[in-house]
Nanobody
Framework: VQLQASGGGLVQAGGSLRLSCKAS????????MGWYRQAPGKQRELVAV????????KYADSVKGRFTISRDNAKNTVYLQMSSLKFEDTAVYYC????????????WGQGTQVTVSS
């Protein structure tokens, strides 16, 4: 499974960005996709994940109500719509995919930098 992430950039606090992650390869085995992020000097953390059917989602408390994860199975793509961005959302965002809902997926995309200016 290969994951191609895009959509990062520089945005002012309060602004919005949308990240995209396109999956290719043996995607039939993938049951969840999502996003993690890692800020300088911090551990990588879950942002949001979505099930293969799109009927189940999970968000970090810090992004609930501001971020929305969605997917387009026809395009094998997962999106992360980020709104009301805060300085503390600044991080490298990584797309992730895996087989089991409760386990971090084995597949990672390249990171995409999101920088929020205060």
């Amino acid at each position: 499974v290969q994951l191609q992430a895009s959509g990062g950039g520089l945005v002012q606090a309060g602004g919005s960005l949308r990240l995209s992650c396109k999956a290719s390869g043996s995607i039939f085995s993938i049951n969840r996709m999502g996003w993690y992020r890692q800020a300088p000097g911090k551990q990588r953390e879950l942002v949001a994940v979505i099930s293969s059917g799109g009927d189940r989602t999970k968000y970090a408390d810090s992004v609930k109500g501001r971020f929305t994860i969605s997917r387009d199975n026809a395009k094998n793509t997962v999106y992360l719509q980020m709104s009301s961005l805060k300085f503390e959302d600044t991080a490298v965002y990584y797309c992730n995919a895996g087989r089991n809902w409760n386990v971090v997926g084995a597949y990672w995309g390249q990171g995409t930098q999101v920088t929020v200016s205060s």
